[in-house]
């Protein structure tokens, strides 16, 4: 095979734990390779070093034999190579034309020569069969998957010999997902090398050449794609069959406390059939986009629910929340993924952030807060959960990311809600404080909550579910107890959506 256009070999990156460890991985001209591994594995930070965006630690690489070490996105571009990030870049108040070019405009003058800069647009908006669209046209109107392959454009009207895809195709229809791999058919006949990272099987066994799996921060050998079934990249991607043999906790599972019927929602959820019951940690598994932060929000009644219902105990009544107070008013919590943007208050006190939702709990004569018994609450509540602070009137913003996260557990608890949500709880919390989230998830289920969990590590799912059900494209995968799971069932049930029926 001929030399590489980049080497990377024996990569190390870490942060609080290491993130790849011994990394090799190579791309060679005209040839693409598909870069899979389940959530975590690796797959962005090692596109991200590629680049220049992120420093790496050990290890060493090299474009076209000679060594490479970037230390910024200039450096990378310096080597040709250039990356497409999952999200567009773009600027929604700036026409198409001044979006492709926007540091690199021709001028006249002084002055942008908007004639040959509407020219060029057009000869790149051609080169990816968008001639369809007015290069004077602003980005803003435009719709995700068009926004995606301009970007693409955009990164294409540079010198280029590696091209890195993330996830190029989550926002594209059927009809642009043709146009990119007519595109990259037309850069490996032109020698470019393809880096293309992708959970969808279907497609990378249709347009790449070798895969590598990351699996814990660790690359597999390259293979062929045409080497391997489907069936094979998923055991690639878990490991080991193995069940884990999770909590020893022994689960009191109540009655359904939340039924959720034939959901749809955002125009990702599909006819969703779920309960969830009082006592039980019920676990949602699947890959980022798969639906499983959009079914959450469509509980908790942030998101609208477009058809479908839900049904709260025994009450046969149907209902969807229309926002979220209404659902906290019928006892469902949400704790999100962004704790700091989404469920805090950083300039206020740990006091208000846990009474915000309950403050009419306190009303005294007068409608006077009784801040005496507001405090006193507080103050049970700091202290049935450990929180870690100087005292309840000190600001959430100076808190540990797990004593945050307790703030917000302790709101939805005064405000006595029987269905607590969970989004990622753990995620950028130290291990020491991610086992106590653990102990007081099992503590509230055992006070007979519902909790729900959405995690993207498998193995922290198997160990602290009594239950864990998968999303995979919006659609409910599989239904899992804790003697029927396994690392490999999971995994293959995440990308069931997204595999194709051939071996």
């Known amino acids: 095979m001929t030399t590489p256009l980049l ?32 959530n975590g594995a690796g797959k962005s930070t090692l596109c991200r070093i590629i680049s220049g965006v992120t420093a790496f630690d050990e290890g060493e690489m090299q474009a076209d034999g ?30 198409i034309a001044e979006n492709l070019f926007f540091s690199d405009m021709p001028t006249r003058f002084g002055m942008v020569d908007y004639p040959r800069l509407y020219e060029q647009a057009q000869v790149a908006l051609d080169g990816m069969s968008l001639n369809d669209l007015d290069p004077r046209q602003k980005v ?24 890195i895809l993330d996830e190029p195709t989550a926002a594209l229809t059927d009809p642009q997902i043709d146009i990119l791999f007519e595109k990259i058919s037309t850069l490996r006949a032109a020698g470019v090398g393809v880096i293309y990272v992708s959970h969808r099987i279907s497609e990378f066994k249709r347009i790449a050449d070798e895969i590598t799996v990351l699996r814990n921060g660790k690359s597999s050998q390259p293979q062929l794609v045409s080497d391997l079934s489907s069936a094979q990249i998923v055991q690639m991607m878990a490991g080991t069959a193995s069940a884990d043999p999770g909590s020893s906790r022994v689960a009191s599972r109540g009655r359904a406390v ?60 149907k209902v969807a929340f229309s926002s979220p107070q209404e659902a906290v008013e019928h006892g469902v919590g949400l704790i999100p993924e962004d704790r700091v943007r989404e469920g805090l208050l950083l300039t206020e006190s740990i006091n208000n952030n846990v009474t915000i939702n309950s403050i009419q709990k306190f009303g005294g004569r007068f409608g006077i ?39 917000v557990i302790a709101r939805w608890l005064l405000k006595d809600c029987g269905i607590l ?24 289920a055992a006070a007979g909550k519902a909790i729900v969990v959405v995690s993207s590590e498998t193995r922290e799912l198997t160990s602290i579910c009594d239950r864990i059900v998968v999303l995979s494209n919006g659609r409910l995968a599989a239904d899992f107890n804790k003697d029927e799971w396994s690392a490999e069932k999971i995994m ?12």
């Open 492 to 503: 293959a049930a995440s990308f069931s959506a997204y595999t194709d029926n051939a071996a």
């Open 421 to 444: 949500l969970f989004d990622e709880p753990t995620r950028g919390i130290d291990i020491q404080t991610r086992e106590a989230i653990y102990e007081l998830l099992y503590r509230l």
């Open 66 to 95: 000679a060594v490479y070490r970037p230390t910024s996105v200039r450096d990378g571009e310096g080597a040709d190579i250039r990356m497409v990030m999952q999200e567009p870049h773009l600027i929604d108040n700036l026409n």
């Open 258 to 317: 939340l039924k959720i019927r034939d959901v749809c929602a955002g125009g990702l959820l599909q006819n969703i059939d779920l309960d969830i019951y009082a006592g039980e940690v019920l676990g949602i598994a699947g890959l980022i986009g798969s639906g499983r932060t959009e079914l959450l929000r469509a509980i908790f009644g942030a998101d609208k629910i477009d058809s479908g219902y839900l049904n709260l105990g025994d009450d046969e009544t």
């Open 140 to 163: 803003g109107s435009l719709g995700i998957g068009q926004r995606q392959l301009i970007e693409i454009a955009k990164v294409l009207t540079k010198p280029c010999k590696v091209l």
């Open 369 to 407: 807060i009784d801040k005496d018994q507001e405090h006193s609450a507080t103050e049970s509540y700091r202290e049935a959960l450990s929180i870690d602070c100087i005292d309840i009137g000190q600001s959430v913003a100076e808190l540990s990311g797990g004593n945050q996260q307790k703030v």
């Open 7 to 38: 080497n990377v070999s024996g990569l190390d990156k870490r942060y609080a734990v290491p993130v790849l460890r011994g990394v090799d991985f190579q791309v060679h001209p005209g040839r693409v390779h598909a870069l899979v591994g389940a």
